[in-house]
């Protein structure tokens, strides 16, 4: 899979992507990552890629012209989709990563907080996109994000194909407690089922587990999840037991 990258700041891309499982996948050749300088597509003596807002107001504004020659000419003939990154987007989830991750090359504009010019979403952009409810100064931060989260669904690049099936969110549910050795540390004890040796009551433990911690932090997660009969009986069990600690 191939992304395309289009920012004022090429240079912020050099370290995020040269560690890790990302530029493992580079190297494997399994994806492909291409940071290119809107200014290059810019044109005129002073290769201006903003402009100041008609109709006023602070701050400046992207032109269309440059972000529409590096799509155009990045794309080739090809159909490949480009996102807009703007804060004013559709919000980028892990349903999206593994959609995108469908797409044998996708391109990503990176925008700026004071704004791009309304016909690069309504024109050229397959979607304006976000990554969350705040603001950043630019879209770069989000485009690694993206690359990072589209990347672990393209075949090869996490190593064990199910661990990423298994993950959080994929799932639907906030992860089980993790713990390593030692299995004691500083007083702080492992839970004694990981040592049972039961393979049921471990799996039956963990999920019991990330069910709690999704009903405690993310509950609207919880309220959209996939839940087996198993599950539904947890947590009616979890609820009888809290009820019963609150009346002595
Ligand atoms: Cl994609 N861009 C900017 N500038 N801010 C954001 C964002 C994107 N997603 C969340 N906040």
């Known amino acids: ?44 003596k002073h290769r201006q890629v903003d402009d100041r807002p008609f109709g006023g107001d602070e701050g400046m504004v992207f032109k269309p012209e440059p972000i529409f020659a590096a799509v155009e000419s990045l794309r080739g003939g090809s159909d490949a989709p480009a996102y807009l990154l703007s804060p004013q987007g559709r ?3 892990q349903r999206l990563a593994e959609e ?45 994000v993206i690359v990072d989260a589209v990347s672990r669904f393209v075949p090869g690049v996490v190593g064990k194909e199910e661990s990423v099936a298994r993950d959080s969110f994929s799932r639907g549910l906030l992860d089980f407690p993790h713990y390593t050795r030692p299995r004691e540390f500083r007083g702080m004890k492992t839970p004694e089922v990981l040592f049972s040796g039961n393979h049921g009551k471990i799996s039956s433990w963990r999920r019991k587990k990330a069910l709690e911690k999704t009903r405690l932090k993310r509950p609207d997660l919880l309220a959209k999840a996939d839940l087996s009969p198993e599950d539904r009986k947890l947590l009616e069990r979890m609820d009888k037991e809290r009820k019963e600690r609150k009346t002595p």
């Open 91 to 93: 919000r980028f989830d």
């Open 100 to 144: 995108w991750a469908r797409f044998p090359r996708i391109l990503l504009i990176c925008g700026r907080y004071e704004g791009v010019d309304e016909r690069v979403s309504r024109f050229l952009a397959a979607e304006e996109v976000s990554i969350g409810d705040y603001v950043l100064t630019g879209g770069e931060p989000a485009a690694v």
């Open 1 to 44: 899979m191939r992304f395309d990258i289009i920012t004022i700041f090429p240079e912020m891309f050099a370290s995020v992507f040269s560690g890790g499982i990302i530029r493992k996948a580079v190297e494997r050749g399994l994806i492909q990552v291409n940071v290119h300088n809107l200014r290059d597509y810019a044109t005129g």
